[in-house]
């Protein structure tokens, strides 16, 4: 990493500390009313969930323009869903997943990713 | 990178604008706008941790990753209440270290694997985001916050770029889970409840058995007082 590249890094945790320290750090957040605590109860299923969806289902291409992709990586995410949510076990769906879609690129049945 | 920035999505986005040689502005931007998302964490984590010292949870908001956020939440909601060890733990222990290290195994070995893409790896961060959000889901709005979370996310992505989707579903997804009649919200776990620490043990540990002594709360923590759903 070049010295250019450090001074890049530092200025990424500048934009991105603050995010994570307002709500910790601000207070009086602790005193929230019941339906602002029950909103942040809901986030963390929210946030999680839409990052998944996004990695799984957009893709952005060379030109900058976001688009819909289809392909193995919904069949090896929803397996990992399927068996986290009988067995409770995230390790065995996270190897199924990688397994899934190892299998089927190395098969050629899905296409490898640039 | 992987020590100052800590947030995977936005280092690999970065490393992809930086060989493509786009402005370093547009880079922080998009990094500010990726990142966002961490506000709603940090919001979500507040009151939980705010008996820590506030030099302590400064350090804290440097650690707070998806990982993190999720393995502690579960862990606190699971015991009924915050534990400080174990939010190191999960960020420490289990998120910062490997990735630093891991990312120091990339840089020393990676040239060793002539397409990573073949090995599936990629596909860990959305199944491991996927089953971290299904370990939250403990109730029908939880259910429908994230079922809408993802589908906003996905249309505002399309439609802008995908920072701005996945803060728009963390903010909506919620919002349309509170419309959940708390009558029907068919909640199987409240906080702080032996059926929340059931429904967050992890396989093969023992909880505490039914009418053992129950955790001891901090006056008006979030788990001393369980939604009335």
Do not use: K
Request: hydrophobic share 55%.
């Amino acid at each position: 990493m070049s010295t250019n590249l450090v001074l890049l890094a530092v200025l990424m945790f500048a934009v991105t500390y603050p995010s994570r320290a307002l709500g910790l750090l601000t207070p009086g957040l602790d005193r929230l009313p019941r339906i602002a605590f029950d909103y942040l109860q809901l986030v963390g299923p929210a946030v999680l969930a839409a990052l998944a969806a996004v990695s799984v289902t957009v893709v952005v291409g060379d030109n900058d323009v976001p688009s819909f992709h289809v392909g193995i990586e919904w069949v090896a995410v929803f397996v990992c869903l399927a068996i986290v949510a009988r067995r409770r076990n995230l390790f065995l769906g996270l190897v199924s997943a990688v397994a899934i879609v190892a299998i089927a690129r190395a098969a050629g049945l899905a296409a490898i990713p640039a | 990178m992987s020590t100052i920035v800590f947030a995977g999505a936005a280092q690999f986005a970065a490393v992809g604008y930086v060989a493509s040689g786009l402005a370093w502005p547009g880079i922080i931007l998009l990094t500010a706008l990726l990142n966002a998302r961490h506000l709603l964490y940090s919001a979500a984590l507040a009151p939980w941790l705010r008996s820590v010292q506030f030099g302590r949870r400064a350090v804290m908001a440097h650690l707070l990753t998806d990982e993190a956020f999720a393995l502690s939440i579960s862990h606190f909601r699971r015991i009924g209440r915050a534990d400080e060890r174990g939010y190191w733990l999960a960020a420490i222990a289990s998120t910062f270290i490997p990735w630093n290290v891991a990312t120091l195994a990339g840089v020393l070995l990676g040239a060793q694997i002539p397409d990573p893409a073949r090995l599936g790896i990629d596909v860990i961060f959305p199944a491991a985001m996927v089953g971290l959000a299904v370990g939250l889901i403990t109730g029908r709005r939880e259910l429908v916050a994230a079922v809408v979370g993802a589908g906003v996310a996905v249309a505002v992505a399309l439609a802008s770029s995908p920072a701005i989707g996945i803060v728009s579903g963390g903010v909506v997804g919620p919002l349309v889970g509170l419309l959940v009649p708390a009558a029907a919200a068919h909640e199987t776990a409240p906080l702080g409840t032996e059926a929340s620490a059931e429904h967050y043990a992890m396989p093969g540990t023992v909880h505490v058995a039914a009418g053992a002594p129950a955790p001891t709360e901090p006056p008006g923590s979030p788990g001393a007082e369980p939604p009335a759903r």
